[in-house]
């Protein structure tokens, strides 16, 4: 969600209290002012929205109401997710130059009732007007990685026993239903888009035609397009890969184009240009999102288009910028020492915070990091309801 910058508010008491019940659901400490909860920040919004239009480009406001099991839980405020399943990250289901020392298991969530589901349900609705009062070009509903929407969507996460469990229906309600909501508030010719990952690369996960049909019941509701994002925090070795066109080798836009012929797929991870344009010509997906490398090169796409590939500068795919986006240092990437500096007025890290930033991603300090903290874990005693419980 997009925030707001250059801006200070002070909370009166009767948003500090909407913040904390906000957070209740949300699982997480209680959030920043994300512009989109608030129409405070509407006009700042269309600011930045002007000016993206002024460049010649469309922008679309995404629309995450929960972290799910990926939040971080309160005394009194658990995470929610569909079920009680906790997230289990660590080797060797990690990315290059990604480590946890120790792996994490994260507290367990509680089940999510109804009626906190409905009531976020008003909240996406009503972000998403605010979105398009500040002139955003669409709304994206989240549903990826193992945030709240996405828990609902596979049998691996979603053990409920009522209308939102069981069959491909019921686990495609909460989305149906949203989406559906929006579409009544918006109009049939606003762009809604949905973002979810595709397949869980897991054992017991469920793969690309499985998400297909869930998703296919979605569709009947009025999806602008679907941006497919592989895997999840327990396969992210598969959800980040080194290399161009993994989810096509996985048949995850195949099983996503045969499901649903009529909405458009943005596919992920696929940056090499002959093989993106293959794609699109052959019909597979229609468009390509572009992460990592813009932050390595942000004119690659007009390098492309003027072919002017030998001046790419090509990401290398180390992740540095994911572990300053882990651990809340300013983002950056160590092959545009412009990234992140385009304003002077830009947060940037310290001389310490980069030097714990390398250090993260050096293997040889992992490793030892790594061996003390599994010794350290098994001379712990384990505590009662510990997250680490059977189910995992």
Not at 110 to 133: C, F, G, H, M, P
Not at 194 to 201: A, F, I, K, Q, T
Not at 323 to 334: A, D, I, S
Request: proline content about 8%; glycine content about 8%.
């Amino acid at each position: 969600m997009p925030r707001a910058s250059g801006t200070r508010w002070r909370r009166p008491a009767h948003r500090r209290r909407w913040h904390r019940d906000r957070a209740r659901l949300s699982g997480g400490a209680v959030p920043s002012d994300h512009a989109l909860r608030s129409g405070d920040f509407v006009p700042d919004l269309r600011r930045m929205v002007d000016a993206v239009h002024d460049a010649g480009a469309l922008i679309i406001a995404q629309l995450m109401p929960s972290f799910g099991a990926m939040g971080v839980p309160g005394a009194d405020r658990p995470t929610r997710a569909a079920s009680p399943k906790a997230v289990r990250m660590g080797a060797p289901r990690l990315p290059r130059g990604l480590y946890i020392p120790g792996g994490r298991v994260t507290p367990r969530p509680v089940e999510i009732t109804k009626a906190e589901i409905l009531e976020l349900q008003v909240e996406v609705v009503a972000a998403a007007l605010r979105s398009r009062d500040a002139g955003f070009d669409g709304v994206e509903v989240a549903a990826h990685m193992r945030y709240l929407y996405s828990s609902f969507l596979s049998p691996r996460t979603n053990w409920r026993t009522d209308e939102y469990g069981g069959s491909v229906e019921n686990r495609a309600r909460i989305l149906s239903d949203v989406v559906r909501s929006i579409r009544a508030e918006v109009g049939a010719d606003y762009p809604v888009g949905l973002r979810m990952s595709v397949n869980e690369h897991l054992p017991d996960g469920q793969g690309p035609e499985g998400f297909a049909e869930v998703i296919a019941q979605v569709a009947k509701e009025g999806l602008g397009y679907i941006a497919l994002t592989d895997a999840n925090y327990e396969s992210m070795n598969d959800n980040l890969p080194a290399e161009s066109g993994a989810m096509l080798a996985h048949g995850e836009p195949q099983a996503f184009r045969a499901a649903i012929p009529g909405v458009p797929l943005l596919l992920a991870n696929t940056y090499d240009p002959d093989q993106a344009a293959a794609v699109i010509d052959a019909g597979t997906a229609d468009a390509i999102q572009l992460a990592r490398q813009l932050l390595a090169d942000p004119d690659f796409p007009n390098k492309v288009m003027a072919g002017r590939l030998d001046e790419v500068v090509w990401c290398d795919h180390d992740n540095s910028c994911l572990r300053r986006l882990m651990t809340n240092v300013p983002v950056r990437c160590h092959l545009n020492p412009e990234m992140g500096r385009e304003a002077p007025s830009a947060p940037r890290s310290t001389a310490g915070q980069d030097f714990f930033i390398w250090a993260a991603g050096n293997g040889t300090l992992m490793a030892v990091a790594d061996r003390a903290a599994r010794v350290s874990r098994r001379r712990k005693p384990k505590p009662v309801g510990d997250a680490t419980g059977s189910e995992l």
